[in-house]
């Protein structure tokens, strides 16, 4: 059995062991966290991008007979100049609500009747750019 005096520095060793498994767990757990506070961001920028998609299909669907004034940029003569300036408004809102916002257009197929919206804006880093799409159709026209 060996002497006390040759086990020496023995507890110590094993603390700087745990202490490197405590500072690596940390470091995992703060990664974590940024990953989760990154996924956040981008959801809540989805909701708030969906949302203003809807806002402006709902708004064209109330005034179905003056939807080819919703299209973004303007295709066309358009009768209802307040739906033009309503459209114009939205276009103004997405791009002040969404940080990077780099486009919102509206298009309108006549053939199928149907209006297609879609929102451009750039992620955490220049090359994230995300899109989101929402596709309806148009009643009453």
Request: proline letters at 4%; hydrophobic letters at 45%; aromatic letters at 6%.
């Amino acid at each position: 059995m060996k002497s006390p005096a040759t086990q020496r520095g023995f507890g110590l060793f094993d603390a700087m062991i745990a202490f490197s498994i405590l500072a690596f767990g940390l470091l995992t757990m703060t990664r974590f966290q940024f990953r989760l506070i990154a996924q956040a961001t981008e959801a809540q920028q989805r909701g708030t991008a969906t949302q203003l998609a809807d806002e402006l299909l709902n708004t064209m669907l109330v005034d179905a007979g003056s939807a080819t004034c919703y299209t973004l940029p303007a295709a066309g003569a358009c009768a209802n100049p307040a739906a033009m300036v309503r459209a114009s408004d939205w276009q103004a809102r997405v791009m002040a609500s969404l940080p990077g916002a780099t486009g919102a257009t509206s298009t309108l197929d006549p053939a199928t009747n149907r209006m297609v919206v879609t929102i451009n804006w750039i992620g955490k880093d220049s090359a994230d750019t995300r899109t989101h799409q929402v596709i309806s159709d148009v009643r009453g026209n």
